[in-house]
């Protein structure tokens, strides 16, 4: 982009006054984007009103109240000092798109379930519902901001239904923003991004409205890594960017089951190849598969856009890394099965972590409901212990996955709210998620109140196993293959 379209940015070295200048800003979607994107933006944007709308009563109520909806490292202390001051949330979605002159759209895009494109096409129902409702409201002029993720040219689709309904008074600039933070270190990805991405057309309202989005980032933004594309290019990135982690991820997987096969360790292999700086180390640990809302869903999204361009082998491509991770959960639920003697019917295994991830109580296609669906296909009993998952969440994601006998669930799961009481009288212990606190516990005692012989099943790879070894425990590791605990005495 030419250089004098950055020259109304706060970092520049020609500031002009836009007119005019943003001091309202409306989000509709309250969700794990939405309210963290937003609080951040009132916190380093004292001057500007930042209005969250949602249609979910229940989600704004806990945005105004105590405990917030979401969990997030940092975005306690952020919503409760701007709260009322710039930040507000409410339903008056109404009020938000007529007070504006920027408006996100950061509602969920998840895969199709039915019709065309099920179980791979991006589901746009809720961002046309959101588009819909700001061209029936608006009056002057307004910038949308695409910020959920979406396939490549839906911002054409949501211009085309912001126009279709208005008069002569009303005009829009469409921009694409995604957004790419990651759940558990929002906060920190918010306020210091690797780059903030703004899409928009190559003329001139286009233009000044990226400039205007650029401005409200660049109070805390360096103007360096705001970067100014064409709408195409800034959609197709965000989908491109989840593709490579997800492949990362996968590729370590599969590396991993080389591992199990050969004696290779994936600790030593993933640390050789991270040293790479073409490769780099992170997203390089092995795992029982990724899950959150987004990878997967993006992946196949990209996957089914491939397909409608006729791109069969980049579809091919992106759409095996998806197989990949699949079989990364299966395959740790068989390990555990063919360890726990090839039947696991009645036995009581405790699940540490539910959440996709640590440091967030999200429990969104987590790895976790899989190898638990897997278990339960095999008559175990899990007890689930999560420092964050809500409970009936976990129950309703594992009864999800039990559509044909969601009874299974009733009489084979239990949630409990303490790791020992868990893994009391448990045959085994499955680690799903990596939460820090699995590290600390007395694992000495968690052994001497367990069946015998005891397992730990570490499928995040984050527990101390030669320990582990020594109390006396089986130790079964992604990526690993380990030894017999010390005082084993079966001679095969
Ligand atoms: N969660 C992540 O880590 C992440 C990261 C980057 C991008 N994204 C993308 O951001 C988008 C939002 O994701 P999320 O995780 O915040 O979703 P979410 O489900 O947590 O939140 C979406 C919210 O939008 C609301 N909503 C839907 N339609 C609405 C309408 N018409 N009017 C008002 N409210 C409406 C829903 O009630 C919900 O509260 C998705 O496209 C996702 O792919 C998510």
Known sequence: MQKDQTSNAPGSNHIQPFTPRINCICCIGAGYVGGPTCAVIALKCPEIQVLIVDKNQDRINAWNGETLPIYEPGLDE????????NLFFSTDI???IRDAQLIFISVNTPTKTYGIGKGRAT????????ARHIGQIATGKK???????????AAESIAKILYSNIDDNVSFEVLSNPEFLAEGTAINDLLQPDRVLIGGSQTDPGIEAINQLAWVYEHWVPPSKVLRTNVWSSELSKLASNAFLAQKVSSINAVSAICEATGADISDVAHSIGLDKRIGSKYLQASIGFG??????????????CEALNLTEVADYWHQVVVMNNYQKKRFARKIIQCLFHTVSNKRIAIFGFTFKKDTADTRESSSIYVGKYLMDEEARLVVYDPKADKGQIISDLREVSSQD???????????????????????IVICTEW????ALDYEKIYNSM????????GRIILDHAALLRIGFHVEVVGKVMKKPVNDLTPF
């Open 406 to 428: 969601p009874q299974r669930v009733d009489r084979l799961v239990s949630v409990i709210n303490d790791p020992y009481d868990a893994a009391k009288d448990a045959h085994a």
């Open 292 to 305: 959150g809302s987004c990878f997967q869903k993006d992946v196949l999204s990209l996957t089914y856009i």
């Open 143 to 153: 910038i949308i901001v695409e910020k959920s993720t979406v396939p490549v040219k």
């Open 94 to 96: 109404d009020a938000g």
């Open 436 to 439: 820090d606190e699995f590290k």
């Open 123 to 130: 589901d746009l129902q809720f961002v046309e519902a959101a």
């Open 451 to 458: 069946y015998k012989p005891a397992y730990i099943f570490d």
């Open 78 to 85: 952020i919503v409760k000092h701007c709260r009322g001051r």
